[in-house]
């Protein structure tokens, strides 16, 4: 079992910026052969779930949606069990609950669809006001 938090979120006037973060806990241990994709995804009201950006377990190999890519960045920190979305330049389309999301994996591809992912957290609130 692998249990998420997230934490960072809040209300940022367009143009501006914020950090989130997801703090892994439980079997969050890698192995030589498999490891723990980590995922970003945002559902603003009355719309589906989407994938905002992935990083890998292996060599750091990270995948941004297009809606972000140049102003939303992905890392993760092993040491810490903690994975990071950096965000830029927000627009009030990015209000939205941000989920954090993991999957344990064998290979390298980052998987962009949600079904692919076991372990949720509870969210956080973005809300970009214009």
Not at 58 to 76: E, K, M, N, P
Request: with cysteine.
């Amino acid at each position: 079992q692998v249990y998420l938090v997230e934490s960072g979120g809040g209300v940022v006037q367009a143009g501006g910026s914020l950090r989130l973060s997801c703090a892994a806990s439980g079997r969050t241990v890698s192995s030589s052969h498999s490891g723990y994709h980590m995922g970003w995804f945002r559902q603003a009201p009355g719309k589906e779930r989407e994938f905002v950006a992935g990083i890998g377990w292996i060599g750091g190999t990270v995948s941004h949606a297009d809606s972000v890519l140049g102003r939303f960045t992905i890392s993760r920190d092993n040491a810490k069990n903690t994975v990071y979305l950096q965000m830029t330049s927000l627009k009030p389309e990015d209000t939205a609950i941000y989920y954090c999301a993991a999957t344990l994996s064998t290979d390298w591809r980052i998987p962009q669809l949600k079904g692919s992912y076991d372990y949720w957290g509870q969210g956080t609130q973005v809300t970009v006001s214009s």
